[in-house]
C-alpha cells in the first residue's frame, strides 16, 4: 500500500483528500495544512477542513507556521512516504522536501496551466470572462506551479458561475482526475509535457482593495468582478459614505445613454437597482448589502422606498 503524505487546508483540498481516503488503497501517513485561524465576527479559532478530516480518520495532522526551515520538514521526509500531494496548501513547499519521495511530489491545481498560476487561479477565471477552466495535474518544482503537466480536465465557466460554484466544481474534477492518474504515476506509466511559459499568466492573492467595485467598468466586467469575489471575498461600493456590498446582479440588456455620470442609480423599478456604467452600459443590482445590515433582494428594499427616493443617487466612483 503506498504511503501518501497529504498537503491542502481548504473545502476544495478535503474534498480531494476525502476521495484518497474513500479509495481505501493508499495509506495517508500524514495531513499537513495551516494553523487553526480565528473565524468570523466572534473570531473563534477553528481548524481548516483538511485538519477536521484527518482528525476524523486518525491521520496525522502537522500545522506548521511556516514549513520552511521548519522542524516539521525532516519529520516528513522520515515518514519515508512515495509521493507528496498538494492541493490549495498556501506555503511555499520545501525543495527538499518535494524531493524526498520515491514520486516525488505532485500538485492538483484549480487552472489550465500555463494559465493563472498563483493562490487565486479559480477567481480570475471568471474575473477575467474565461469560457473555461479546469484542473492541472503536475509534477512540483521550486518554482510556483511551473511544473511538467500529468494530465488536465476541463469544464466551461457558466454566465452565471461564481467562485462557491467554480470551487466545488473543480474540487470534484480534481479530485477525479487524481485518482484516475495515481495508479499510473505510481507505475511510471505517465508521459508529462512542459508548460508553455509564453503562455503563462497569474493569479496573485487578491488584495483588499481590489474589492471595491469600479463603475467606469462595462456592466459585463463588474459582472465578471461581483461573480468572481462572491462569496468571498465580496465586493463593495460606497453609497452615502456607507459601505455597500453589491451581492448579485446582471448587465442591463443593449446600450444605456443616460446622460448621467457612472455610478448613477439611473432606475429603481422591477426589482432591481439600475446603475450607469461605462461605455454606455448599465448594471442591475439584484442583491446587496448595506452597512450594518443583513443582505437582502433589491427588490424587498424597494418596497420601503420611494424610487424618487433612490434615483439619482451616485456610488462612489474610483479614480
Known sequence: MEKIIFMGTPDFARTILEGLINENKYNIVAAVTQPDRPVGRKRVLTAPPVKQLAVEHGIPVYQPEKISGSDTVQELIDLDADIIITAAYGQFVPTKLINAPKHKAINVHASLLPKYRGGAPIHYAIWEGEEETGISLIYMTKKMDAGEIIAQAKTPIAKTDDVGDLFERLATIG???????????????????????????????????????????????????????RPFPTTYTWLDDKRTKIVQGQPAEGTVQSGKPV?????????????????????????????????????????GVKPEEIIGQQFEVKD
Open 175 to 229: 479530485r477525479d482526475l487524481l485518482l484516475e492518474e495515481l495508479p499510473n504515476i505510481f507505475e511510471e506509466n505517465i508521459n508529462p509535457w512542459p508548460q508553455d511559459e509564453a503562455q503563462v499568466t497569474f493569479s496573485p492573492t487578491i488584495p483588499r482593495e481590489q474589492e471595491q467595485i469600479n463603475w467606469h467598468q462595462t456592466a459585463t466586467q463588474i459582472d465578471q468582478h461581483v461573480r468572481a469575489f
Open 263 to 303: 455610478g448613477t442609480i439611473i432606475g429603481a423599478e422591477n426589482g432591481v437597482l439600475t446603475v450607469q456604467t461605462g461605455e454606455d452600459t448599465a448594471f442591475h443590482i439584484e442583491k446587496w448589502q448595506e452597512s450594518g445590515k443583513k443582505a437582502m433582494l433589491v427588490k424587498d428594499y424597494l418596497n
